[in-house]
């Protein structure tokens, strides 16, 4: 099975950027369609952005477009979450993950494979 790991996590100030990375090891040919999502507290986990293996095409939640972007580069076996005009909501634990098969990338419960998370801390 493939393996996730996110990094890039933080405190940000409201405004701010970061970006995350999901580095990607194991069986990379069953890691075509990646995609990110994140658990708010006390929340349940929503979808954020997706990503296919040749990246032309990406998904986002409609909270996040215009100020997230969404990309891999798949020599590296990486997938990255950039993030900008970070606001107060966007404060989560934030999950690459990927499935098998078919599925509709926009939803979490397509997923059958989730990294352990990296902490997003928006101040306002």
């Known amino acids: 099975q493939v393996h996730l790991v996110e990094s890039g996590g933080g405190l940000v100030q409201a405004g701010g950027s970061l970006r995350l990375s999901c580095a990607i090891s194991?069986?990379?040919?069953?890691?075509?369609?990646m995609g990110w999502s994140r658990q708010p507290p006390g929340k349940e986990r929503e979808f954020v952005g997706g990503i296919n293996w040749s990246s032309t095409h990406t998904y986002y939640a409609e909270s996040v477009k215009g100020r997230f972007t969404i990309s891999r580069d798949n020599a590296k076996n990486l997938v990255y979450l950039q993030m900008n005009s970070l606001k107060p909501e966007d404060a989560a634990i934030y999950y690459c993950?990927?499935?098998?098969?078919?599925?509709?990338?926009?939803?979490?419960?397509?997923?059958?494979?989730w990294g352990q998370g990296t902490q997003v801390t928006v101040s306002s």
């Open positions: 194991g069986p990379t040919s069953s890691s075509g369609r």
């Open positions: 993950g990927t499935f098998s098969g078919w599925g509709n990338i926009n939803s979490v419960a397509t997923y059958d494979n």
